[in-house]
């Protein structure tokens, strides 16, 4: 069973910056990694996924803010968002995928003023 944990989340005001990382209890070399977001009364949607040979996949609502990373050696993945819009509020979830097994963090909350 892997645990994920995500940190980095915080409150930013409309424009700036946060890196949201995510640590691995194991070896995450093989799985697909990604990203979710869920904001108050929506569902819970993709935001960026990155392959085992890091390829990257955005959502096209951060394509070109968000970026998603990988360290294999330390277990840890992050996505630096940048200009970010209120309509970014969320709780952002790490997930893990090598079917058929996924798992889920628990989630960071990341609050975008206006």
């Known amino acids: 069973q892997v645990q994920l944990v995500e940190s980095g989340g915080g409150l930013v005001q409309a424009g700036g910056s946060l890196r949201l990382s995510c640590a691995a209890s194991?070896?995450?070399?093989?799985?697909?990694m990604r990203w979710y977001r869920q904001a108050p009364g929506k569902q819970r949607e993709f935001v960026a996924a990155i392959t085992t040979d890091s390829r990257t996949n955005y959502a096209d609502s951060v394509k070109g803010r968000f970026t998603i990373s990988r360290d294999n050696a330390k277990n840890t993945i992050d996505l630096q968002m940048n200009s970010l819009k209120p309509e970014d509020t969320a709780v952002y979830y790490c997930?893990?995928?090598?079917?058929?097994?996924?798992?889920w963090g628990q989630g960071a909350q990341v609050t975008v003023s206006s």
């Open positions: 194991e070896s995450i070399s093989i799985y697909v």
């Open positions: 997930y893990a995928l090598r079917i058929p097994r996924d798992y």
